[in-house]
RNA sequence: GGUCGGGUGGCCGAGUGGCUAGGCAGAGGUCUGCAAAACCUUGUACAGCGGUUCGAAUCCGCUUCCGACCUCCA
């Protein structure tokens, strides 16, 4: 009855019916990190997005195969050096232990944000046979040139024959030729300005290199992205992700590999997380307008006027569309993290609500109408801020009859049973989100804290208001907030 | 310069040819010993100018501003 699932796929730029390749299953590619420094927040956003994404199908039933990549190698900088080899020479390391030191780090990180593990996280280094294969099959295909020991991507004849190149990005081969710097490694050894290199030859002092039947060297940045979703997901495959800034040229020169060694597009669907920015402007590693993920944590930025937790992060990330840039600001987080605070215990809240009735309750209905409504909205392309501003309409719904501001009756026990099941779902295995609740939760502080409620009914009953006050302003002095209803005092943390 | 995407109420952020997005902040009220929390009510926004239409913030054109990519970046 619900509508189908939709995606917005970035090769046609328009939203389609997903239809997998193979029914009842789902391959899917995300590019992930090159891990030669701490993962940054950006980053954080679009394996946010893609762990909804894979959360969503894996609801919807499918059987997910999740690929994300680990780059440990070929990355060049301006200057040609491989980001590894740098980050080795500038820690003194084995480049495998830079690469080992940043994946850990970034595997903590996506543990921190509640990420799921993908089901293969394949590294490049790892691949380096298919990789090779790959050169030689795109060699064979005629759609590659040797030079010097490097081989390099022929991007005109690939253009000229197949029409695809540029498909993705909207670039159109001639105005790279114009467009493109000519101070870049190698660029004399081209015939085109825009082909790339495939494999590169490495120099004498370079410490990452592989032998090969062109020369001892490296694979080309683009290539084990081809290689590797080849080799786990076939050649042709459902969902290829990642951030909007890979869309050109590292999207692009994939297709042309996998098409240049194959003659296939190789996914089906592409998809593009847009950019996560700071103060209206594009958060990046490279010019400084950026704020680590545990700084965010503790608060120890210019840019935030306190630390925020990872869940209200998430959160805050989630109430916009991943196609939609998301600016993040000090404001906007304190929003966030009230609203989250609210959702939560409103769903604290409805565990603890009884119904007298077994059905029929007069908002059963209306209630019944918000769930579908957040299904509806995920199946929208992956709608997170429409479905979470339903569950917000739920909040008033659940806190009234928490209150006894409406009777009881009004939602019935079978309804009740329904939405905290649903809540379940889209809260925590959807969405990806956990209440966080602290140690001291379930410690002694909760038994402290039920012992100096009593104490401060007791005074309130002898209306003894100066101690009661005494209480919740040191309470409160500590973060602790009381809360004061109809059926006696709670408390949380603020 | 080229390509693409945007400008929504104080802030963030959905959406849509006619029907309340939502969160936060603000205002009024209920409740309360007083508060807080909660609940109720409330603001009637869509860059500007034209055009299409019975009707546009939503479609088209122009203007303007912003951002991304074109070079390593999720």
């Known amino acids: ?20 390749l193979h029914a009842g299953h789902v391959g899917m590619y995300v590019c992930g990190p090159t891990v030669y420094n701490d993962v940054h927040l950006g980053n954080c956003r679009t394996f946010i997005s893609f762990d909804v994404i894979y959360r969503y199908l894996t609801y919807l039933g499918y059987k997910v195969r999740y690929i994300r990549n680990i780059t440990d190698v070929g990355h060049l900088l301006d200057d040609g050096e491989d980001r590894m080899s740098k980050g080795a020479r500038l820690d003194n390391l084995e480049p495998m232990e830079v690469a080992q030191k940043y994946t850990n780090n970034f595997h903590d990180m996506m543990r921190t944000f509640n990420v799921l593990p993908p089901s293969i996280e394949p590294r490049a280094t790892g691949h380096i046979p298919e990789q090779i294969e790959m050169v030689q099959q795109i060699l064979d295909n005629g759609y590659a040139y040797i030079k010097n020991g490097s081989v390099y991507f022929d991007t005109v004849k690939f253009a000229e024959e197949t029409k695809e190149y540029g498909k993705l990005s909207g670039r159109v081969i001639e105005e790279l030729i114009a467009e493109s710097r000519d101070n870049l490694k190698n660029q004399d050894e081209k015939n085109h300005p825009s082909d790339f290199a495939i494999w590169m030859k490495a120099s004498d002092e370079h410490i990452m290199k592989w032998n090969s039947p062109w020369s001892v060297g490296f694979p080309g940045w683009h290539l084990e992205c081809s290689a590797m979703s080849t080799k786990y997901l076939g050649k042709q495959f459902d969902i290829h992700g990642g951030g909007n800034d890979l869309k050109f040229p590292h999207h692009e020169n994939e297709i042309a590999q996998n098409m240049g060694s194959c003659g296939c597009q190789p996914a089906k669907y592409w998809m593009h997380t847009n950019m996560l920015l700071m103060n209206g402007k594009k958060m990046s590693k490279s010019d400084g307008n950026t704020i680590s993920p545990s700084e965010l944590f503790t608060g120890d930025s210019p840019h935030v006027s306190k630390g925020y937790s990872p869940m ?5 990330m989630l109430q916009s569309h991943y196609r939609s840039t998301n600016d993040l600001t000090d404001e906007a987080l304190q929003a966030a993290e009230k609203g989250f605070k609210r959702l939560t215990e409103a769903f604290e809240a409805l565990h603890k609500l009884h119904s007298p009735v077994t059905e029929g309750g007069a908002e059963d209905e209306n209630i019944s109408k918000i769930i579908h409504g957040v299904f ?14 339903r569950l917000f309409e739920l909040v008033p719904v659940i806190n009234s009859v928490k209150d006894g501001k409406i009777p009881p009756e009004s939602i019935s026990q079978k309804m009740l049973e329904e939405l905290k099941n649903a ?20 410690g002694y ?15 309130r009953a002898n209306k003894d208001w100066a101690t009661s006050d005494t209480i919740r302003d040191s309470l409160n002095a500590l973060n602790i907030q009381i809360k004061d209803g109809k059926e006696g005092t709670e408390w949380s943390f603020k």
């Open 445 to 459: 502080v909760k038994g402290l804290m039920e012992l100096i409620i009593r104490l401060r009914q007791q005074a």
């Open 312 to 316: 209200v992060v998430r959160f805050f």
């Open 1 to 20: 009855m619900d509508a189908p699932l939709q995606i917005y796929n970035s090769l046609t730029r328009q939203k389609e019916v997903f239809t997998p």
């Open 423 to 442: 809540f379940h779902v889209i809260f925590f295995d959807i969405l990806g989100l956990k209440t966080e609740e602290s140690d001291a939760d379930k």
């Open 376 to 389: 509806e909205d995920m199946n929208d392309d992956f709608n997170t801020p429409k479905a979470i501003a």
